[in-house]
């Protein structure tokens, strides 16, 4: 039996579930145990449609109201309540060996830190 994802946000709402089993159609092999939604998948399934337009259209927000048939600041509105929802991932920048070195010379960093940045 095979449920579309959308079947799957619908019958959890809003309430949290947990993946604990994952199967690879093409070879059949099964994992189980407690796996983590990424965060776009934890949101409901219009706001996930929502996101991948958005993407589809390079970030336009003219043609996501004519897409939706909604105004500038639905559209908005509505980018701005999922992003509410989502966690960001911090980025950090690698920096470079000379980066490092001077930052380490001018007292901005310990030679702790030098060596984690250096094995990066």
Do not use: C
Request: proline fraction near 3%.
């Amino acid at each position: 039996m095979s449920s579309s994802w959308q079947e799957l946000t619908a019958l959890t709402g809003s309430q949290e579930f947990a993946v604990t089993k994952v199967r690879l159609a093409k070879s059949g092999i099964s994992v189980e145990g407690d796996f983590e939604l990424p965060p776009l998948a934890r949101l409901p399934y219009e706001d996930q449609v929502f996101v991948a337009a958005f993407v589809r259209t390079h970030g336009s927000i003219k043609e996501m109201e004519g897409l939706f048939g909604i105004s500038y600041p639905t559209v908005k509105g509505r980018l701005n309540r999922i992003a509410q929802q989502l966690d960001f991932v911090k980025v950090e920048t690698v920096s470079s060996k000379d980066d490092v070195l001077a930052q380490l010379e001018r007292g901005e960093i310990t030679a702790a830190q030098a060596i984690e940045r250096l094995r990066r």
